[in-house]
């Protein structure tokens, strides 16, 4: 095990479960419990328990709170309303995205920004240092908060087992991209129906020393319900049927959001400067050279992160994320590939270890859960 | 602990090689690999009639998160392979020494095999 690799509150649980780890963003995560594909089918099918508290949580708060966010991440933060959520993104003064995160509005004047785990000490000090000018105190709360996932159709159910009767209108009417204050299991959470699966689910967001009581009341009231422990693997191929990108594959400095189809988020109306507004302009209006698509393995192999993209031989473009989709039954892939083919139903060929395979261009994303 | 099966040989790609009597040996791969690999997902095996070579290429195994080539741990004539886990490759996972065989070669030389307690001490899995 890596010695600089850190640990949850949640460790104990994991091992008593029988979880196998890897190291993900510096720290030791469940990979799995039992089978990746028996929890990726569980969350679709009912519900999956994930233990997220690698992500970071920094807190912004101040009168120029609000002010502020618009100023340092690419959309304006400003206009959310209390109790809401909005994906945004932190970029560089070149246009690169330093992460993805989502902002949770907790009050007029306090935010809760959730960056990824390997990105969380880079986008609090980027906050820090974009702060001089204004009324606000950026606070890195990643290392004592535990972030808990509860994803999939039956989640709404197993939380309703958790909250006292009164609470109860408060879970079933929380929208998407929603936060609110609710006790479960007797501790005083933040519940947000947000997450990373395609699928109906809340996150949860306690202090570490409240962490082990929640996860082990969810596993319990959950399991009636189809709830499994549920580790990264299953989370991997979960967000990527959903067309959900991921920072390192989809995402990275090199990359502006235009070519990550990402371009709605950038809110250029905006009033005022904000980090990357000039060179986002500048990209927006250029156009990207390349532009991420969704690929479906038109054979039985999957293509896999950095293989080459072909048409008649030549290469076109770059497979981030790929996957025999276990939902679907056949192999689904991201890439980045030549803007001029990024046209769904394009046809194209990627590189499988020496031999060119077909796949064609999709909308995104791959799976959409019944409504 | 992984388990390793006794009366086996191994490679150290992680195929295991049943010979009992002369007839074709029986070729899988092992428990170390399946937990390696996580769920198999799809397997492509070598044909019937088509000759293998000890320490070749001769297929592949997927899973939902990985891929791994496949090696002839002997060499000779493929005289047939498993069609149930083609069907369904979980059988690969379920029952790697037994239901998950993958194919069957009638040997005309050897790899460089290793025996069972080279192997689960190669790779800290138990017999």
């Known amino acids: 095990m890596s010695e600089t690799s850190s640990h949850t509150a949640l460790y104990d649980q994991h091992r008593a479960l029988g979880a196998s780890f890897t190291d993900f963003g510096g720290w030791q995560m469940p990979l799995k419990y039992s089978s990746e594909l028996l929890e990726h089918k569980a969350v679709r099918a009912a519900a999956g328990l994930f233990d997220l508290s690698h992500m970071g949580e920094v807190e912004v708060s101040g009168p120029d709170a609000g002010a502020f966010l618009d100023y340092a991440l690419v959309g304006r933060l400003s206009a959310i309303a209390v109790g809401k959520a909005k994906y945004s993104l932190i970029c560089t003064d070149d246009g690169g995205i330093i992460d993805d995160l989502i902002s949770y509005r907790r009050a007029e004047d306090n935010y809760l920004v959730v960056p990824n785990a390997g990105n969380a000490k880079a986008v609090a000090a980027a906050l820090a240092e974009r702060a001089a000018d204004f009324d606000v105190t950026v606070d890195d709360q990643s290392s004592r908060t535990s972030l808990i996932a509860v994803q999939g159709p039956h989640a709404e159910q197993i939380l309703l087992d958790l909250v006292p009767a009164g609470q109860a209108d408060d879970v079933r009417s929380l929208k998407y991209y929603a936060a609110t204050e609710v006790t479960v299991a007797g501790l005083d959470i933040l519940l947000a129906r947000t997450g990373y699966t395609g699928e109906d689910g809340f996150e949860l967001y306690v202090p570490n020393e409240s962490a082990a009581v929640l996860w082990n009341a969810l596993l319990r009231a959950g399991t009636p319900h189809g709830l499994v422990p549920a580790g990264l693997a299953c989370r991997d191929s979960l967000r990527l049927e959903a067309g959900m990108p991921l920072y390192g594959n989809e995402l990275s400095l090199g990359v502006d959001p235009y070519a990550a189809g990402l371009g709605p988020v950038v809110a250029l109306s905006k009033e005022g400067d904000f980090v990357g507004r000039a060179a986002l302009e500048r990209k927006k209006a250029a156009g990207p050279a390349r532009k991420l698509v969704g690929l479906q393995g038109l054979g039985r192999r999957a293509a896999r992160s950095h293989y080459p993209v072909l048409q008649d031989g030549q290469t076109v473009g770059e497979v981030t994320s790929g996957a025999p989709s276990p939902s679907l039954g056949y192999p689904v892939a991201m890439a980045y590939v030549d803007a001029a083919l990024a046209e769904p139903g394009t046809e194209l060929q990627v590189d499988l270890r020496g031999k060119a395979e077909p796949f064609r261009v999709v909308p995104l994303p791959f799976y959409k859960r019944a409504k | ?127």
């Open chain 2, 1 to 127: 602990m992984i388990k390793v099966v006794p009366e086996l040989q191994y490679s150290a790609e992680h195929e295991w090689v049943s010979r009992d009597g002369g007839g074709p040996a029986g070729i899988g791969i092992t428990a170390v690999a399946t937990d390696a690999l996580g769920d198999i997902v799809y397997v492509d095996l070598p044909e019937v009639g088509s000759t293998v070579t000890a320490g070749e290429t001769c297929g592949e195994v997927e899973s939902t998160k990985s891929v791994s080539d496949l090696y002839a741990p002997v060499s000779g004539e493929v005289v047939a392979i498993n069609d149930a886990v083609i069907e369904d490759p979980a059988l690969i996972n379920n029952d790697p020494y037994g239901a998950g065989w993958l194919f069957k070669v009638a040997v005309t030389a050897d790899g460089p095999l290793l025996s069972a307690e080279e192997y689960a001490a190669a790779n800290g899995a138990e017999l």
